[in-house]
């Protein structure tokens, strides 16, 4: 028998009930940051209001261009993620930067690279930093960050933008294996001159197993699906807003996308 109307509404208030719940659990776990710069201090219901009415912006564009707000949702993110921590164990990366207007980049642009579990596409780490910054500088804090929280992490992916001998070292350090695609002109270090066995193990692999490195590096297509999911769901466009805001506005999508990944996945536990 199909289920009717009114099933179905008792299904989603339950389904928002829960959601709700779990939010403002997670929220009263991420402690707000010391305020430094002279402006009021959030608290986690300010947070929790700005997720749960994330679709509703006039509501919320009061809070959006406010900095402060940034490494609150960054820590709401990565925390509303833990409930997952033992079902991941190979994460992917990707980025975006806010900003650009036609060929041009604006002054406030802003950008932010995350991590996802390919399992579930549950956002486990963020890092935001100028416009202008080498993408690859941010994998390293991206690589920590993973490896504390999922200490269970074997693997990661990443796309050409990220490709350093420095990223390749940190992830050997985590015990992370770390795939990205290689240059054309890429070689291999030597002793005595930007040595990395690491480097030159994963080099290797891409050049002489190739079809190997692409079937462990074929899980990495979720997250570029998890940003462009994102990027839709928080309405990013480069004409609207200022960098924070747009930054923000991602990171309450984000952050909303964790906990509903959560609350499905408890709900279908418990039923």
Known sequence: MAPTNEQNQYSYNDDQEHFEALLRDICDRVAPPDCESGLPELSASDVAHCVNVHNQASRIAHYLDNPALTPLLKALVEESARPLAAMETYFAVDGTV???????????????????GVKTGVIVAVEVGGASDNSSRFLPGLLRTVKNSYPGAEAMSAGKAYLSRENFEVAGKLDMALYIPFKKNSVSSRP????????????????HDHEEFMRRYRPHSVVEDV?????????????????????????????????????????????
């Open 98 to 116: 806010f900003g650009w207007n036609g060929a041009a980049l604006r002054p406030w642009g802003v950008q932010c690279h995350l991590a996802c």
């Open 227 to 271: 940003m462009d999911t994102i990027e839709a769901g928080a309405g990013v466009c480069s004409h609207t807003g200022t960098g924070t805001t747009q930054l923000n506005r991602t990171l309450i999508e984000a952050a909303a996308r964790n906990v509903r990944i959560v609350s499905e996945l408890m709900c279908g536990a418990v039923a």
């Open 192 to 207: 005595g001159w930007q040595e990395s066995p690491a480097w030159n193990e994963a080099l290797y692999l891409y050049r």
